[in-house]
């Protein structure tokens, strides 16, 4: 599932853009002048004058595009886009759940069991998104004259999922990658301003290669320009016991394409591996995370109580796999840096069992991370006293860590620049919480600028759809009555059960949310605000204000009243000037 962004109501920053350079200034200044005055109208015809509360005013405003795809002001509307595992793609509006379009994937009559959905143009090039897809279908090869799986990736608009472009690769792919390449602006080309994938190969050799989409000349040249900063990993998934990372490579060798489309275009991509990890002996990967892409980092370092600093360890590369052994004697916590591959933090669990009912959750936002585990006795602890024996019970647990550069106040790392392959260590705060129900899956809201705190958000067993806040799940809330440091820093003291208040924590309300598999969420434009979509067998879409909606009116804003202020504000300021004018005039003839 993926959030899509609309493009603004009159596109006027777009035509903008489309004076070039050297235009001359008067018409460079009229453009710039019409864009305001649009602003303008829309400021008024949005309804900003009118009485009615903010959310209102943003689907009024959504409402009066006389069903147009264009986002409110607010940046509430999205379009949400989920595929299914019955080959078909809907797309959903997040202002009023309306469902926009939808598309039976197939590949003639045989239907594409979709794997991968990403967006890869956004509205800030001014062109219309786009999002990609791949997933494997059953083709008839010629040449074998039998039926084979390959692969169909296909690229599609956005905003009515209209094919543009699809192709069929018969090599063998175990894995597809988003690439942090965009595609040269081009007038020409309809991926202008797109980013690409990365389609990891693997011969019958078991040599891996790498195809690049979209499969065009410029897609490939971008790529190759900086390929030897582009990483990968392999083995990263559920039943592996070795993870390989690779390096993207470039060869002059031209290869067949392996594509359907009219022109083949030679895959001059190949991968060469740098590193590789085993897992504990006896052990196997059940689950990984990477971190959320969307995130946004505000602020460096966390104040303390008595005003000093620890610096966060922000590592965009670094990667959560959780491994256990079949027989269930737990599980073990890695954090590996997927570029240098080195193993950041281990945490071993004895404690927890893993199996199809109990599944690790995890997550990963900015320097904080969250899994969650059935808790059950354990073995290797001898429960002596009332309080170990305390623990020794079975419960659903969660475990909160942040990460931070060093343990010393105030210290950072010398370097301007952040280097996987800089052998430094992240100093780790953890602390486990009991919840009081199983969870099915585990999301975690962002904002535009990363400003508001984080919420976990969780979806229960239960159907019930749960935020708890980053101060609640807080590594460093201390075991002892606070101190006026800790108080300072808003530390409450820990207590090792974290409830959900109806009132507050339950953001589903009365429905019940079922089969909740994932949870996503994108920033509204707002940066109190952050959209969250849960899925699976039901779709749960609303929006959450983590630290409160610190940059809006309330609905019992007395707006009128502000008028009617200012009104005698800006009458009183001139019988004053008229006033001051005259006391002025009869002094100077004095």
């Not at 469902?99 to 994937?105: F, I, L, P, S, T």
């Not at 062109?127 to 599609?156: Q, W, Y």
């Not at 969307?294 to 600093?309: E, I, P, Q």
Request: net charge neutral; glycine share 6%; proline share 5%.
């Amino acid at each position: 599932m993926v959030f899509v962004e609309l493009l603004e109501k009159r596109g006027v920053a777009g035509k903008l853009d489309s004076h070039p350079a050297d235009a001359h200034p008067l018409t460079r200044y009229l453009a710039l002048l019409t864009r305001h005055v649009g602003q303008l109208v829309d400021l008024i015809t949005g309804g900003v004058f009118s009485v009615s509360s903010v959310p209102d005013r943003a689907e009024g405003a959504a409402n009066a595009v006389l069903g147009g795809l264009f986002r409110d002001t607010f940046g509430f509307r999205k379009l949400s886009v989920y595929a299914t595992k019955k080959s078909r793609l809907v797309a959903l509006d997040t202002l009023d759940g309306s469902k926009v379009w939808d598309r039976y994937v197939r590949h003639g009559d045989s239907p594409v069991n979709l794997s991968h959905l990403s967006v890869t143009r956004t509205t800030h090039s001014g062109l219309t998104p786009l999002v990609a897809i791949a997933g494997s279908v059953d083709v008839f090869d010629k040449e074998r004259n039998a039926t084979i799986i390959a692969t169909m990736v296909a690229t599609l608009n956005a905003l009515d999922g209209s094919m543009i472009k699809k192709a069929i690769f018969k090599d063998k792919i175990i894995k597809i990658v988003d690439l942090p390449v965009d595609i040269p602006a081009s007038s020409s080309s309809n991926f202008s301003l797109s980013s690409t994938i990365g389609l990891v190969t693997e011969s019958e050799s078991g040599e891996i290669g790498m195809r690049v989409w979209p499969d065009t000349g410029e897609a490939l040249d971008a790529v190759k320009a900086v390929s030897d900063r582009l990483y990968f990993t392999l083995g990263d998934q559920a039943g592996s016991s070795r993870i390989k990372g690779y390096r993207v490579g470039v060869s002059d060798r031209d290869e067949d394409g392996g594509s359907e489309a009219a022109a083949a275009v030679p895959a001059a991509i190949v991968p060469h591996e740098i590193w590789s990890v085993d897992i504990s002996e006896g052990e196997l990967i059940v689950s990984v995370a990477d971190r959320v892409p969307t995130d946004r980092v505000a602020s460096l370092g966390r104040v303390l109580g008595d005003r000093s600093v620890l610096y966060k360890y922000l590592n965009p590369h670094m990667k959560i796999v959780v491994a256990s052994s079949p027989n269930n004697t737990g599980f073990t916590m890695y954090l590996i840096d997927q570029v240098s591959g080195h193993i950041l933090h281990t945490a071993r669990h004895t404690d927890g069992k893993v199996s199809a009912d109990h599944p690790i959750l995890a997550m990963q936002c900015e320097n904080w991370i969250v899994y969650q585990y059935w808790k059950t006795e354990d073995p290797a602890v001898q429960a002596a006293t009332a309080r170990e024996q305390a623990r020794q019970i079975n419960a659903h647990a969660i475990v909160a860590m942040e990460l931070y550069e060093s343990n010393v106040k105030d210290e950072r790392f010398d370097s301007d620049h952040f280097s996987s392959f800089d052998p430094i260590l992240p100093y780790v705060v953890s602390k486990t919480y009991i919840i009081p129900e199983p969870i099915t899956a585990l999301g975690v809201t962002v904002t535009r600028n990363g400003v508001a705190v984080h919420d976990a958000v969780m979806a229960l067993a239960s159907g019930k759809l749960v935020t708890v806040s980053q101060m609640q799940l807080d590594p460093r809330r201390p075991l002892r009555a606070p101190t006026n440091e800790d108080k300072a820093e808003n530390l409450a003291p820990y207590s090792p059960v974290i409830g959900f208040d109806p009132k507050h924590a339950v953001i589903s309300h009365d429905r019940r949310v079922l089969g909740i598999g994932s949870i996503n969420s994108s920033p509204a434009h707002l940066e109190s605000t952050s959209i969250v979509a849960a899925f699976g067998l039901d779709v749960f879409g609303t929006r959450v204000a983590p630290s409160g909606t610190f940059d809006k009116l309330s609905a019992s804003f007395s707006k009128a009243n502000l008028v009617i202020t200012m009104a005698a504000l800006l009458a009183g300021s001139i019988v004053a000037t008229t006033f001051v004018k005259r006391k002025r005039l009869s002094q100077s003839w004095k």
